[in-house]
């Protein structure tokens, strides 16, 4: 005898499956002296205590994926109104410890300005900077150095997952205008360069970077010079708005 979906709801029991934790951890990236950093927090409990992670937790029961993503980068990162997107589900047996963990990873590309106030006074975050030992594309684990040039130990798989973020970062670069969230709303080509050299992590040609950047048709002049220079002032450009 066949039951209604409402019957079988009522004697479903979920304790006979076994069921995996669920995290979401936030890559938060910028570019500070012409390398690229990320946001990283100090465990401050096992495991990996005292270890530099990204900064992430659990999802509640109550609420969705985008919205633990959200209340994670306030509590952690102090920060809010940022534009998320969703990299990868990461889910390795092992890569947790303590039990069966999955996690969603949320990334942006952020200004250095938006760091300014979440890093003041929280010795437990850092802005870490990004050295990747592989060319291109090829992808891998990447490490992560404080300011005085020290590696950290980063917690759990964290370094492969900032490794995919570089690696899906420079994919983007040339169909992509991901970069110009990185610079302010008006900028130099110098510094729209200096943006892409530090996603690449290799010079670029200056001529052929121009050229090829003014044939995408995704930047416009503005008319006017940066200021407060003592050199010859460069033009300024902004981002098209879509149609």
């Not at 066949?2 to 890559?27: G, H, Q």
């Not at 250095?112 to 106030?117: G, N, Q, V």
């Not at 200056?206 to 200021?227: C, Q």
């Amino acid at each position: 005898m066949s039951v209604t979906e409402e019957e079988f709801l009522k004697s479903y029991d979920a304790s006979e499956y076994e069921r995996p934790s669920v995290t979401v951890d936030l890559v938060l990236m910028s570019v500070k002296e012409g390398q690229l950093v990320a946001m990283l927090q100090r465990r401050p409990d096992h495991p990996f205590k005292g270890q530099w992670a990204l900064p992430g937790g659990f999802i509640a029961l109550n609420e969705s994926v985008d919205d633990t993503a959200k209340r994670l980068l306030l509590a952690k990162a102090q920060m809010e109104d940022c534009f998320l997107e969703q990299l990868y589900t990461f889910g390795e047996t092992g890569r947790d410890p303590r039990t069966r963990v999955l996690s969603i990873v949320y990334f942006a590309l952020l200004p250095l300005h938006r760091f300014e106030s979440a890093l003041d006074g929280r010795p437990d975050l850092m802005l870490a900077k990004l050295t990747v030992p592989w060319t291109g594309e090829t992808g891998g684990p990447i490490l992560a150095s404080d300011a005085n040039g020290e590696t950290l130990a980063l917690a759990f798989d964290h370094a492969e997952i900032l490794g995919l973020a570089v690696k899906r970062l420079r994919g983007r670069l040339d169909y992509s205008p991901i970069a110009f969230a990185l610079l302010p709303r008006r900028f130099t080509l110098r510094e729209l360069q200096m943006v892409h050299e530090a996603i690449l992590g290799s010079e670029l040609n200056k001529p052929a970077f121009r050229r090829r950047i003014l044939d995408k048709g995704w930047i416009k002049a503005t008319g006017k010079k940066e200021s407060g220079k003592t050199f010859r002032p460069a033009e300024l450009y902004q981002l098209k708005q879509k149609d």
